[in-house]
């Protein structure tokens, strides 16, 4: 049999919360517990927002509460190339298009469309989804305006990639962490629209970069926040569209805080690092979050 395999994903955009102590400790528990391995994984394509000091921190917190991961640590940012072929391979088979309006033009298009009296779907995050004029674009005016060197982003067109895809999309979602019993959950990536694959500088995105890496590095488990959820079911769809294997998923428990709201990256009281300044140690860190 082979070895199953966990990981933990943090991004190096603010520092790491007790939510992050939950997820980090619950997957080496898991690892732990099914003699798994439990790897570490960088994700910073976001080159604007993760700084080498925030990853500095992360380092320093989980050694602090004493996690054990594998080396080599995986770090998006150095993998750029590897996104990129495969962005290509999606740009060829026509499944993503360029799209150019700007924030404040989506905002104009919506309100538009609202004072019409027509609602406009939003995705489960609650942002509106992507107006579908850029995907009705001719390809002389799409290349015209990258020569013109128009800003853009890549989208993937996801009423053609379900098309492409044929059987109806589930993923395998343990019940518990103790992971006896799994329940088939049906993926919807069409209530994400249009999502982002790619910017014109960075060639992927949050969920490029997340199934190829899971698929690159072995993970055969996937435990991570309930925030994530619903973006397992645009996961599941672009695994479909490359080939790749799907891990299976525990979505855990969201750490609240005192005020019963999600923990924020820029709560600065919840942060590990002052926890610690605090004098509190990583026995009171388990304790705390119910580990
Ligand atoms: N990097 C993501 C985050 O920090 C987690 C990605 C994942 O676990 O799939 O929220």
Redesign the pocket.
Known sequence: MTLLTF?????PNGELHLG?AY?ALLNQQMATRAGGRLLLRI?DIDITRCTPEFEAGIFRDLEWLELDWEEPVRRQSEHFSEYKAVLDRLIAEELVYPAFMSRGEIRAFIAETEKRGRGWPRDPDGVPLYPPVDKALPMKERKRRIAENAPFAWRLDVDAAMARVSDALSWSEFTDEAMVATRAVEARPQDWGDVIVARRDIPTS?HLA?VLDDALQGVSH?A??Q??YA?TGMQRLLQELLGLPPPRYFHHRLILGPDGRKLSKSLKDTGLAALRRAGMSPQEVRRLIGL
Request: aromatic share 12%.
């Open positions: 990981r933990f994903a943090p991004s992050h997820s994700e949050y997340v996937v991570r926040g925030d994530l973006a």
